[in-house]
């Protein structure tokens, strides 16, 4: 996969819109996002301006608007946020996370039934190969 800008928390927060509701009209962005968080119309706009800049998102013009699609998947971008930070605080390594939660205590019994549950329905299906 290869290296994806970096976008910041409050662009995060701009993608997750375009990528659950895409494509999606400049005014169409500023109402959906505007409901999730107090930010004025050009801060949204700015926002949308960086992330096409970044070539993470493609404008489209559309009559007096722009049409905004993701040119990165969402999948991809967390899975490559999701390694970079593994990366930078457990050596890449999922194992020195997980062990880090339980002996901080920040898994609940919930969280470790969950945990238990999904590896073994994922040791099922490998068995079903």
Known sequence: MKEMPQI????????????????????????????E???????????????????????????RAYVYTSLVAEEDYVEQKSKSFLNQFFDGTLNAMVLNFIENDQLSKEDISELQKILSERDAKKGEK
């Open 8 to 35: 910041s928390e409050a662009e995060y927060e701009v993608m997750k819109v375009v990528w659950k509701h895409e494509p999606l009209s400049t005014p169409e962005v500023v109402d959906k996002v505007s409901q």
């Open 37 to 63: 968080i107090d930010w004025k119309p050009n801060t949204i706009q700015t926002m949308l301006a960086r992330l096409v800049k970044k070539k993470i998102l493609k404008a489209k013009k559309d009559g």
